[in-house]
């Protein structure tokens, strides 16, 4: 059956409008100076709210940076990103530049200037993070080495890769030595928990999975190198910086001021209060920092140190050589060290902190 | 006598319901056995208490809510465009020949799929969960409003063209109509779609309220309390919509008589 | 002389349906070429081309393609036994029908992908878990349109069968398969297609080889390219599916009476 219209163009016309409509709000076009900054962070939904981690949470809960920005015409978003993914969900929005600055990890950092989308630290997030290996608590394993050929759940393309893969490395071992299953952090967790897979990398939630019984953690990088730790920095892209440098040195100058605050040992407990909003108890966040030789203080310094530097050119050299990533990424380029100086003078801080050199050896 | 055919009679009426008490019975004897059975076959006391924690907090409600949001704004959106694609495709044959190709091949991808590209181009938030959706609610509308359109008895056809209808008065007061119950049968097709996709790409994309995201995060917690109270209002939730839209379907259709 | 006419009107609308796909696929190159999105947003045509070359030369595309497959294959040859045998079971006798119905009715309201996490908890993230949630995917559609199909049989073939006094085996042979054969075959198809989508999205969401797990580490690497070329596959494999048991269907519709 056929009702054909006898002319059929205006419709084809009113197609290909649409479809160039569309294609035009697709691109981005936008040069002018911003008036909104976005950064994304990690971010826990816990009934309904929205919950900020470590050093967004106090700038946040500063409130200098809001001001400052508000006080040139800028509003500040902040994006919040699942723990479950990350990497792939900030690297996603540097690509569609739908966000400016993240707070994230070495890994997916390094991953994501690799694929060519540029990206810069402005500010050094500190010491970092342990990273654990944990085995169900009835498992008979107490070195990698007892692990050979089972079954590990380890999230691919994360900061804690890294550790991992240098414990691996020192221990004689290559990651074909076992069975590596690419689970996300919670779907890892929920199997270690139900003994379908023999081990578990992972960071301080490990401390949550012993007190639940659920799992026995037989190493960290507590007893590793200093630089083994993983590392998560403020990123910013490449184009916004250069074309917004005032607002990226307000933004520098508000995490320095945040990370300045937190590094007092006085205000540890309210540290704990407002930056702890994962619903993690209080007492897995102690055990973290507890039995490690690095000072309350140093552990929060934000300087581009040999610490860092060397950290990044391991990270870039691991992850050539385990072929997840297929171009080289001069680590050196990488780091825009102008905002942190200017805010560690605009706020007197010269000689608070140390530049620290990198450990002798790994463990 | 009467007294045994009714009890006989009330048994049959009753053993639909043998089959889920008895799962409960062996259920609670299973988490009787040991630490490590809890794990999996959580007490049913504990079921009810999860599910009373999560009333009490409103985690149920919000998540629930959210996730009904999305399927709904998704299905009114899918629903529109697969009615303008479906109808457009009826009655221009060169629309049909250009789209109709591209439609049976897009079909074919899984939606769940085009998450990471749909993440990369859009976004991880509620839009790109909106897409997906519209996408899921849009196919099966396409196929059946098309379908409604051309099973069009060709005398109503000829009537239009006899009083002289114009292209759009033939779309709104022939084919419309008639194709209605195939476009309603389509409907219900594009709710369940529509539903699956919303609770997929909730644990997919993991960002914002949903019972998708309840599910992940009581998983993660290792609570099969709460997964099963959750799983429990998917079900009942979908068996809800399913039943209204149903209605909806009687009541709008009613004028047919039933061949 | 109206031979050749017929034979070029087909290939004229068999060429008009690639019409489209082509024009598609000028215009993504175009994009690409023409430099509107970054690379790394959209991929080219030849990106996808070459990355899916080179995923077939190291032979790891086959690897995650057999994991996939296998799986497929194995969960919905155990989802549709089941259920043919309790669609046919639940069709044919009323008190097994009201036995089961409530439970299975109430169970097919979850779509399969809610039963993600719970099937992750109770299975593990091995092979185990992904033929169960095909199997789950495939058993209650396949149920259902056996169920149909059996409910469907005229009561008249069954009189008619008494008066001739056949057998069971005749009964079914002669009287049951070619009514229900063609309504569970299509019943199948379409539950090959939805174990599918489902036994991808199980994959992006917890595995360690498969298509969907291929497509969710190119995420993480940022390669896009690869995911490109994991959607490219699960479509061409989707269609291949449906279009397979499209011809079963048409090739046994063929000598069935309507």
């Given at each position: 059956m056929n009702f054909s219209i006898k002319n059929g163009t205006p419709v084809i016309a009113w197609l290909l409008v649409g479809l160039a409509f569309m294609f035009g709000l697709l691109t981005d076009a936008n040069a002018d100076p911003a008036k909104e900054v976005r950064i994304a962070t990690v971010a826990y939904n816990v009934n309904g709210k929205i919950g900020f981690n470590g050093t967004a949470a106090i700038v946040e809960e500063q409130g200098w940076l809001k001001e400052e920005l508000k006080k040139q015409g800028v509003t500040l978003t902040w994006v919040p990103v699942t723990a479950q993914s990350v990497g792939v969900t900030i690297n996603e929005g540097f690509a569609n530049k739908s966000i400016d600055f993240a707070g994230y990890g070495d890994l997916p950092s390094i991953i994501l200037n690799s694929g060519g989308i540029e990206t810069r630290i402005v500010v050094p997030g500190g010491r970092g993070n342990n990273v654990y290996l944990v085995v169900p608590p009835n498992s008979t394993a107490k070195t990698l080495a007892d692990l050979k050929g089972k079954r590990i759940a380890l999230h691919r393309g994360r900061p804690w890769e890294i550790a991992f893969a240098r414990y691996v490395a020192a221990s004689g071992f290559k990651f074909s030595d076992f069975k590596i299953s690419n689970l996300n952090p919670g779907a890892g967790a929920a199997a270690l928990a139900a003994g379908n897979v023999d081990a578990f990398v992972t960071l301080s939630d490990a401390y949550q999975l012993e007190d639940k019984k659920v799992g026995k953690i037989i190493w960290s990088t507590k007893s590793a190198a200093q630089d083994w730790k993983m590392r998560a920095e403020l990123w910013g892209a490449k184009d916004f910086i250069a074309q917004n440098p005032a607002i990226t040195q307000i933004i520098a100058t508000a995490y320095v001021r945040a990370v300045y605050w937190t590094s007092q040992e006085e205000h540890l407990d309210d540290y704990l209060k407002i930056a702890?909003?994962?619903?993690?108890?209080e007492n897995v966040f102690r055990r973290e920092y507890s039995?490690?030789?690095?000072p309350w203080k140093i552990r929060w310094s934000p300087l581009f140190d040999d610490l860092v530097l060397d950290h990044y050119a391991n990270v870039a050299q691991y992850s050539r050589q385990a072929n997840l990533i297929r171009k080289d990424v001069n680590?050196?380029?990488?780091?825009?060290a102008r905002f942190l100086n200017a805010a560690i003078k605009e706020l007197k801080l010269e000689g608070y902190w140390q530049p620290r050199k990198v450990a002798l050896k790994g463990a | 006598m009467n007294i045994i055919n009714q009890f006989l009679l009330s048994v049959k009426h009753f053993s639909g319901l043998l089959l889920p008490i008895t799962v409960a019975v062996v259920w609670e004897f299973m988490s009787r056995q040991g630490d490590a059975y809890t794990y999996i076959f959580v007490p049913l006391s504990q079921i009810g208490s999860g599910f009373v924690e999560l009333i009490q907090s409103g985690e149920l409600l919000i998540n629930l809510v959210a996730t009904l949001q999305t399927t709904v704004i998704g299905l009114v959106i899918g629903g529109f465009a697969g009615l303008f694609v479906g109808g457009l495709m009826a009655v221009s044959p060169l629309a049909n020949k250009l789209i109709g190709p591209l439609y049976h091949t897009l079909r074919q991808v899984p939606l769940l799929g085009l998450i990471p590209l749909i993440a990369l181009w859009f976004g991880n938030d509620l839009f790109s969960k909106i897409l997906i959706v519209s996408l899921a609610a849009f196919y099966p509308i396409v196929l059946n409003t098309f379908e409604g359109m051309r099973g069009v008895e060709h005398k109503y056809v000829e009537v239009a063209s006899v009083l002289k209808f114009n292209r759009l008065q033939l779309l709104i007061h022939v084919l419309l109509p008639a194709a209605t119950p195939s476009i309603m049968t389509g409907l219900m097709h594009a709710l369940a779609f529509a539903w699956v996709s919303t609770v997929g790409s909730e644990l997919l994309f993991?960002?914002?309220?949903g019972v998708g995201g309840l599910m992940l995060m009581a998983q993660e917690s290792s609570r099969m309390d709460i997964v099963i109270v959750a799983v429990v209002s998917i079900g009942l939730t979908g068996l809800l919509m399913n039943a209204s839209l149903s209605h909806l379907r009687q009541y709008l259709l009613r004028w047919r008589s039933v061949r | 002389m109206t031979k050749i006419r017929d034979l070029a009107n087909s290939l004229h609308t068999n060429a008009l349906f690639f019409v489209s796909p082509i024009l598609l696929l000028l215009a993504w190159a175009w994009v690409c070429s023409a430099g509107i999105f970054p690379e790394q947003i959209l991929v080219s045509p030849a990106g996808v081309y070459q990355t899916a070359h080179e995923l077939w030369g190291s032979g790891e595309l086959q690897s995650h393609l057999h994991d996939s497959l296998y799986r497929l294959v194995l969960g919905f040859a155990i989802g549709s036994l089941l259920g043919l045998v309790f669609g046919v079971l639940m069709g044919l006798f009323k008190p097994i029908d009201a036995f089961f119905a409530p439970s299975f009715n109430a169970l097919r309201q979850?779509?399969?992908?809610?039963?993600i996490p719970m099937l992750v908890m109770i299975f593990g993230v091995e092979e185990t878990f992904k033929i169960v949630v095909v199997a789950k995917a495939a058993f209650f559609p396949i149920t259902m349109a056996t169920y149909d199909a059996v409910k469907g049989i005229p009561r008249s073939y069954f009189e008619v069968s008494k008066v001739y006094q056949l057998s069971h085996l005749s009964l079914v042979r002669h009287v049951i398969l070619p009514a229900t054969v063609p309504p569970i075959l299509t019943g199948l198809r379409l539950a090959l297609g939805r174990s599918w989508m489902v036994l991808v999205a199980a994959e992006l969401i917890a595995?360690?080889?498969?298509i969907g797990q291929m497509m969710e580490m190119g995420r993480q690497m940022f390669r896009i390219d690869i995911v490109l070329v994991g959607v490219l596959v699960t479509g061409l494999i989707g269609f291949l599916l449906d279009r397979s048991l499209r011809s079963v269907e048409t090739h046994l519709g063929r000598w069935k009476q309507s």
């Open positions: 702890n909003q994962n619903g993690q108890p039995n490690d030789s690095v680590t050196k380029q990488l780091f825009d | 993991s960002t914002g309220p | 979850v779509p399969t992908i809610a039963f595995a360690d080889s498969g």
